[in-house]
C-alpha cells in the first residue's frame, strides 16, 4: 500500500479502503501463492559462471511514505547494475554436445545452409510484475527476464544477403540486400522485427556495405502473449548484427538502440521490454528507470512464486492501433495538463504561469518534473484540469489553439490518425498511480517487513484493476482468467504486457504452488487441453542477452 500519510491525504469515495487507484472498490485479497526455471540450464542452454552476488536492502520496517518521497529516496540508492550495465553483453564458450537445444539447432542450420554457424545469439522475454503503460510516459517499472527466449544461430558470410529462416514451419524464410532494408508497416511479420534490430544497429555505426548473414532461429516465447516475444526478437537481431560487423556496444547502448529502432514497425513503445532483455540478472528482479537508462536490483521477497498464464487471446501491437492510442492519450494529457492548471478554483494558462511550454513536452513525467511536485499532487491535478468524458479531436485542438491538421501532423502517430475522442482523464490517473505503485513495490521488497506478500498482492490487485478501469486494455478472457487466479489462491494476480489479450502474472505461496497449478489447468485450459502447452509455469529472474561460441 501506499502509506497512511497519502491515504489519509487524499480520502476519495467509491474506493476500497488504502487503495491507490482511480476506481471502484477494489479486489478482495485471497490468503494466496514453480514448475519452470530460470532461464538456464533446464531451458537447454548454459548455466552462467557463478558471478557476483548482491545484498538485500537493511529490514527498518516499512514507514509511511508519499511515492515524491520514495522517487527522491529511490533517487539515491545505489544501481547495483550500473557497472553490469556498462559492459557489452557477455560471451559464453560452450561444449555444443553438452546443450541439446544448441546442437539441435546447429544441425538444422547445417542442413538448411549447407555450412555450420560460428556463433549464437540468446535474448530472453520478461514479464512485467508491476508498471503497466507507463514507461513511454517516462516513469519506472519493475519487470523480470523469464527461460523463455528467442535463439539465433549465425554465420557471417562474403554477400551483401540477409538470409532469414524460422525453425517453426509456421514462419516462411526471408531474404534481402543488406543495403536496402525495408520494413512494413501494415503487415508486421516475423521477419520485420529482425529487420528493425538489424537497421538500428546499421544505422548507428553508419555501416554502408555491413555484413550479409545466413541466420535461424528458434522462439520459445509465445507470440503475441504480452511477454515480450517481438521486443526480444529486436534485441537479438541487434547484438547479431553487432557482433556479425565487429561492433561493440554497452548494454545500455543496445537498448537504447534496440527501442529506439523497434519503432521503424510502427510501435510507440517506451524501452522496458529491451531494457530488461539486455540489462537482466539471474536471481533479481529490475527497476528500470529511463532518461537516463538505469536499472536497480530488486530482490523478490522469499515464500511466493510468480506464475504466468496465458490467456491464449493473441494481440499484436504493431498490428493494432489500441497501443499506439493509448500513448498518443498520455502524450495529448502531458500537453493539455501543462496548457490549463486550475489554482485556487481559476483558470490560468500554466504555460505562461510557470513558463512552460507544452509543445516540447511528450511525456507525462515531463510534467511532473517540471513543476516540481509529488504524484500525490499531480492525481489532484489530474481531477482539476481533466474532465472523466472522452476528448474530441475539437476539444482539445481548441485547448491547444492548434488546428487538426497540426494536431494530426505534429502530435499524432500514423495509425492514430483517425480517432476521433480520446480519454485522457482516465489515462493520466491510471499512470500517476501505477507510477506510485511500482515505488511502493520497490520499498516493501527492499523493506521486507513481515506481511510483505500481502502488501505487493494488494499493490498488484489494485494494478489490474486500474489497467481495466481505467486504461481499458484488458479483455473478458483476462478479467475470467485474473478471477480464477485469485479463487485458486493467488495473493496477487494482474495483466502483464500492453493487455487485450496475452498473460497475466500472479503471485502465489510456494506452499500453495502445486495446488493453484492444479485447480487454475482445470478451470481455465480443461476445455481445450492443447492450448495449456506453454500456457501454465511459475518462473524466477532470468539472465539477460549474450552470445555462445563453441568453445
Keep these: 500500500m501506499v502509506g497512511e500519510e497519502q491515504r489519509a491525504e487524499r480520502p476519495q469515495s467509491g474506493r476500497a479502503a488504502g487503495c491507490w487507484c482511480a476506481c471502484q472498490p477494489g479486489l478482495s485479497s485471497s490468503s494466496v501463492p514453480c514448475h519452470r526455471r530460470w532461464g538456464g540450464e533446464e531451458a537447454g542452454l548454459p548455466a552462467l559462471p557463478s558471478g557476483r552476488t548482491v545484498s538485500a536492502y537493511p529490514v527498518t520496517g516499512v514507514q509511511p511514505e508519499t511515492p515524491h518521497r520514495a522517487a527522491a529516496r529511490l533517487s539515491q540508492e545505489p544501481a547495483w547494475g550500473a557497472a553490469m550495465a556498462a559492459e557489452a553483453p557477455g560471451t559464453l564458450p560452450v561444449q555444443l554436445v553438452e546443450q541439446p537445444r544448441l546442437q539441435k539447432l546447429k544441425e538444422m542450420f547445417i542442413s538448411k545452409f549447407g555450412s555450420a554457424p560460428k556463433f549464437y545469439v540468446r535474448a530472453p522475454g520478461r514479464v512485467n510484475l508491476i508498471g503497466e503503460h507507463i514507461d513511454y510516459c517516462g516513469y519506472a517499472v519493475l519487470p523480470m527476464a523469464i527461460e523463455q527466449d528467442i535463439l539465433i544461430a549465425v554465420e557471417p558470410v562474403k554477400t551483401q544477403v540477409v538470409h532469414l529462416a524460422n525453425t517453426n514451419s509456421l514462419y516462411l524464410d526471408f531474404s534481402t540486400n543488406v543495403n536496402n532494408i525495408q520494413i512494413n508497416k501494415t503487415k508486421p511479420q516475423w521477419h520485420n522485427y529482425f529487420l528493425c534490430g538489424l537497421k538500428g544497429i546499421q544505422e548507428h555505426f553508419g555501416l554502408n556495405n555491413p555484413t550479409g548473414m545466413n541466420c535461424l532461429l528458434d522462439g520459445t516465447i509465445p507470440p503475441s502473449s504480452g511477454l515480450s516475444s517481438s521486443s526480444a526478437l529486436v534485441c537479438c537481431a541487434g547484438l547479431v548484427t553487432l557482433r556479425a560487423n565487429g561492433k561493440t556496444l554497452s548494454k545500455v547502448e543496445l537498448a537504447e538502440i534496440c527501442t529506439k529502432s523497434e519503432r521503424y514497425i510502427g510501435t510507440e513503445g517506451g524501452g522496458m521490454d529491451q531494457s530488461i532483455s539486455f540489462l537482466a540478472e539471474e536471481g533479481t528482479a529490475k527497476l528500470i528507470k529511463f532518461s537516463p537508462l538505469r536499472a536497480t536490483d530488486v530482490r523478490l521477497p522469499s515464500g511466493a512464486a510468480f506464475v504466468i498464464a496465458n490467456s491464449c487471446v493473441e494481440m499484436n501491437k504493431a498490428a493494432t492501433s489500441h497501443y499506439n492510442i493509448r500513448v498518443m492519450e498520455c502524450r495529448l494529457a502531458t500537453k493539455v495538463i501543462l496548457e490549463f492548471h486550475t489554482l485556487c478554483r481559476k483558470i490560468h494558462l500554466l504555460s505562461k504561469f510557470k513558463g512552460l511550454d507544452w509543445e516540447k513536452m511528450l511525456r507525462l513525467h515531463d510534467v511532473q518534473t517540471r513543476l516540481g511536485v509529488s504524484l500525490e499532487e499531480m492525481l489532484t491535478i489530474v481531477e482539476e484540469v481533466l474532465h472523466p468524458e472522452p476528448y474530441s479531436a475539437e476539444e482539445i485542438c481548441k485547448c491547444l489553439g492548434i488546428s487538426l491538421e497540426e494536431l494530426r501532423s505534429q502530435i499524432l502517430s500514423q ?137
Aim: glycine residues 6%.
Design 415 to 551: 495509425n492514430t490518425q483517425d480517432v476521433s475522442t480520446f480519454k485522457l482523464y482516465q489515462r493520466a490517473k491510471h499512470v500517476y498511480s501505477e507510477a506510485a505503485r511500482v515505488l511502493e513495490f520497490k520499498k516493501i521488497c527492499s523493506e521486507a517487513p513481515a506481511n510483505a506478500l500481502q502488501l505487493l498482492g494488494e499493490l498488484m490487485n489494485q494494478s489490474y484493476i486500474s489497467c481495466r478501469e481505467m486504461y481499458e486494455c484488458s479483455c473478458p478472457e483476462l478479467d475470467r482468467l485474473v478471477d480464477i487466479c485469485l479463487q485458486s489462491g493467488a495473493i496477487g494476480s494482474r495483466l502483464t504486457g500492453a493487455g487485450w489479450g496475452g498473460c497475466t502474472v500472479s503471485m502465489v505461496p510456494t506452499d500453495k504452488l502445486n495446488t493453484f497449478l492444479k485447480d487454475v489447468k482445470k478451470a481455465y485450459y480443461q476445455s481445450d487441453v492443447q492450448r495449456l502447452e506453454n500456457s501454465l509455469f511459475a518462473t524466477k529472474p532470468g539472465r539477460g542477452a549474450l552470445v555462445f561460441v563453441e568453445a
